[in-house]
Each structure stands twice: as structure tokens, then as C-alpha cells.
């Protein structure tokens, strides 16, 4: 069955540090996968997907993600955090059957000044 | 560009009460989706559609029901408000079936039943 770990429940950067949050993901073919961001009492925004092709994938505000078969893993990173990062991002595998995602429980992100 | 509309953003149900979560999309999007969020648990399908006339259940349907009789709107029935439903209710909508495009997600409904 798929599935999508994220083992952080909550991370605290200083602002300008790089950022780095875990996505592993269990799928018996080649998975498609994204990331979303929830702001406080918003709804969830795509920042980046992938498909196929280039392993590293660019997305919005900064970020950008690697995709590592052999390590079940699609890890989002930015290189350097400001306040407005601050937020709830979401990993989640689209089944090719149906129509569904399966989302991640959420990494909770914290900026400090 | 309005995009998912959801109304209402908040609401206090008592147990055994009914009602109707709307959602609305204005991109002409065919797919659209249900889903609950609770805390710590991510978030969990109860139904998507294909298109006007056509729903499906997802991973938590009992509970709900829906009915998408245009393009635009896709509705979700609480007939018998239990505490259990107390959640986060968010609709998403999709040009295409959503493992190829990612979801527009409206900024959800907040329901307490108490």
C-alpha cells in the first residue's frame, strides 16, 4: 500500500539557514510526488512536484526537492529560510490507480530570528 | 481569480444536526475533491469527482455524502453531525487527475461538533 513518512513532526531554523525536511515514501511503481505548504488558517499551495526526468526539481518561493529512488526519498530543501517560510509543508504520493494522494502527517516549520 | 471558495469558514454543529459544506471552483476544473484534516494525521480523502455526475468514495466516506450536479460545485453532506466529524474540511480541485497536476485547495471550513 502507499504510504508517506514524515519522520519531523516540527523543525526550528534561524532565519537565513538552510532547510532540509524528509519525505519517505512507499510505492510499488514510479510515484509521482509534490509538496505542499499550509500557511496558518490557508489552504494548501503546491510548491513543486515531480514526475520524471531531472531528479532535482525547482518549485516556488526558493524551494526545491530531490527525488532518490534508492532511498525511497523526496527531500525539500532551501538554502536559505526567511520568516515567511514559516508554515506547515506536506508531502504527499499520487497513486496510479484512482485519483487519490496520499499526504504525509506534516513537518511543522518555526523561524527564529 | 477566485479559484476553490469555501463557504462557510466556520461552524459549530451540534450532534445529530445537519448540514451542507460548499465548495465552488470558477477554473473549469473536472476534478474535485473532498478531503478532512486532523491534527497529526495528515489529510484523508472522503470523496472526489470526475465530473458533473460522476462521485466516488475515497479513504473515509462514511458519514458524508456529495452530489455534483455542475462543473462548479461540489457540495458535502453531514446528515447526523457526530463528534468524530469535528475536523478541518478542505475541497481541491484539479484540471486533470490529480497524481498529474496537484491540487488548487480552497482555505477550508473549520467544524466543531459538540
Known amino acids: 500500500a502507499q504510504s508517506v513518512t514524515q519522520p519531523d513532526i516540527h523543525i526550528t531554523v534561524s532565519e537565513g539557514a538552510s532547510l532540509e525536511l524528509r519525505c519517505n515514501y512507499s510505492?510499488?511503481?514510479?510515484?509521482?510526488l509534490f509538496w505542499y505548504v499550509q500557511s496558518p488558517g490557508q489552504g494548501l499551495q503546491l510548491l513543486l512536484k515531480y514526475f520524471s526526468g531531472d531528479t532535482l526539481v525547482q518549485g516556488i518561493k526558493g524551494f526545491e526537492a530531490e527525488f532518490k529512488r534508492s532511498q525511497s526519498s523526496f527531500n525539500l530543501r532551501k538554502p536559505s529560510v526567511h520568516w515567511s517560510d514559516a508554515a506547515e509543508y506536506f508531502c504527499?504520493?499520487?497513486?496510479?490507480?484512482?485519483?487519490?494522494?496520499?499526504f504525509g502527517t506534516g513537518t511543522s516549520l518555526t523561524v527564529i530570528p | 481569480n477566485a479559484g476553490v471558495t469555501q463557504t462557510p469558514k466556520f461552524r459549530i454543529l451540534k450532534i445529530g444536526q445537519s448540514m451542507t459544506l460548499q465548495c465552488a471552483q470558477d477554473?473549469?476544473?473536472?476534478?474535485m475533491y473532498w478531503y478532512r484534516q486532523d491534527p497529526g494525521m495528515g489529510l484523508k480523502l472522503i470523496y472526489y469527482?470526475?465530473?458533473?455526475?460522476?462521485?466516488d468514495k475515497g479513504e473515509v466516506p462514511n458519514g458524508y455524502n456529495v452530489s455534483r450536479s455542475t462543473t462548479e460545485d461540489f457540495p458535502l453532506r453531514l446528515e447526523l453531525a457526530a463528534p468524530s466529524q469535528t475536523s478541518v474540511y478542505f475541497c481541491?480541485?484539479?484540471?486533470?487527475?490529480?497524481?498529474?497536476?496537484?491540487?488548487?485547495f480552497g482555505s477550508g471550513t473549520r467544524l466543531t461538533v459538540v
Open positions: 469527482s470526475v465530473g458533473a455526475g460522476i462521485t
Open positions: 477554473m473549469n476544473h473536472n476534478y
Open positions: 510505492y510499488g511503481a514510479t510515484p509521482y
Open positions: 504527499a504520493v499520487g497513486a496510479n490507480t484512482g485519483n487519490q494522494f496520499y
Open positions: 481541491a480541485s484539479s484540471y486533470m487527475s490529480g497524481q498529474g497536476a496537484g491540487y488548487t
